[in-house]
């Protein structure tokens, strides 16, 4: 038990790493006072420029996926939930994802929205589908320009993809279906501004739309590919 609890506690901690944070503070910045406010990549890559938004974007979606891969073969299966070290993964991705949303290192602030973090998780748990997903937030990102659009639509797509692979009895379906009701709920201010035509969007205040959208997609299949092959050693 006390095993499994370090580990949640780990993963939690993990998550906490605030690397839009740390990003910004290596340049005298502080990202929570600038551009979006938010302290995730996309904020990153606005307010400090893309290449640093792009580590960022990796390191988050690595602190999902490595409590993932890496915690339950540390439980014994006495330990785990419905000894099953499917629940277990999913409650260390889930303890990933609130750190990054609030941060102990920030004292519990508010931290990035998770949906790199959480893509990160569902990585680790099921490779393929959340490729696919991820491959529908590069088209929505590449021909919209907008990142929360591509965000909240590969969010969607997610557990419709489980649900035809795995079955909607499955873990992983039902944690995906909450997942995706979190991601809304913490992209309402831009289903706001998308609604009434007021989201940023790459293109606007002197960033050229295609070079960034493309450098992300880019990236994205290498994150994703480095990733996989790992979960897969």
């Known amino acids: ?50 290449k640093i938004g792009m580590l960022v974007f990796a390191f988050d979606m690595a602190k999902g996926a490595l409590p993932v891969i890496v915690f339950p073969r540390l439980v014994s299966a006495a330990a785990l939930p419905f000894g099953n070290p499917v629940w277990f993964a999913i409650l260390c991705g889930a303890a990933a994802i609130a750190g990054h949303t609030r941060p102990v290192f920030l004292a ?49 797509i997610l557990p419709v993809l489980l649900a035809i692979t795995v079955g909607i009895r499955s873990p992983i379906f039902a944690v995906s279906a909450i997942i995706a009701l979190f991601v809304f709920w913490t992209h309402r201010a831009n289903i706001v501004r998308l609604r009434n035509g007021e989201e940023h969007r790459f293109g606007k205040r002197g960033v050229a739309t295609k070079r960034p959208a493309a450098t992300l997609a880019i990236s994205l299949i290498i994150v994703l590919a480095v990733l996989i092959a790992a979960r897969f050693a």
Do not use: E, W
Request: charged residues 10%; aromatic residues 8%; proline residues 2%.
């Open 1 to 50: 038990m006390l095993v499994f609890v370090a580990c949640l506690a780990a993963s939690y901690c993990l998550g906490s790493i605030p690397a839009a944070y740390i990003a910004g503070k290596s340049r005298g910045i502080d990202l929570r006072k600038h551009g979006s406010g938010n302290l995730g990549a996309t904020n990153v890559m606005r307010v400090l420029g893309t």
């Open 108 to 156: 519990f602030g508010k931290g990035g929205k998770g949906v790199a973090t959480a893509g990160g998780v569902f990585l680790a748990l099921a490779p393929v589908q959340t490729l696919l997903a991820l491959v529908v937030f590069a088209v929505v990102l590449l021909s919209s320009g907008y990142v929360s659009l591509g965000s909240l639509t590969s969010a969607a």
